[in-house]
């Protein structure tokens, strides 16, 4: 059974950090493309990153390139999303998600397993 679960959200204000993690099983870690998407109250969900399965292809959405960072540790089964200079329209729940295939992808539809998700509020 694949199992995907996040970690590492909560409150913080405008311009902080916080890293999350998510931490998988159940499948062939290093054979799948990482993602994290987030959904806001209202709105569809949304990429924010991929990272390729060895970890050297990165693509980020336009919103957050220069302030988040994706990384992967095949041998902890875990992939990272440190976020920084947090702002309020960052608010959301955020999902990890696996795709089998070497390249990364901003494509949700692409994506076959998902985590349940973490909550992360940026406040003014």
């Known amino acids: 059974q694949v199992q995907l679960v996040e970690s590492g959200g909560g409150l913080v204000q405008a311009g902080g950090s916080l890293k999350l993690s998510c931490a998988t099983s159940?499948?062939?870690?290093?054979?799948?493309?990482m993602g994290w998407f987030r959904q806001a109250p209202g709105k569809e969900r949304e990429f924010v990153a991929a990272i390729s399965w060895m970890g050297g292809n990165t693509v980020y959405a336009d919103s957050v390139k220069g302030r988040f960072g994706i990384s992967r540790d095949n041998a902890k089964n875990t992939i990272y999303l440190q976020m920084n200079r947090l702002k309020p329209e960052d608010t959301s729940v955020y999902y990890c998600?696996?795709?089998?295939?070497?390249?990364?992808?901003?494509?949700?539809?692409?994506?076959?397993?998902w985590g349940q998700g973490t909550q992360v509020t940026v406040s003014s």
């Open positions: 998600a696996a795709k089998t295939g070497i390249y990364p992808s901003s494509n949700t539809d692409s994506y076959s397993n």
């Open positions: 159940g499948l062939t870690f290093s054979s799948n493309t």
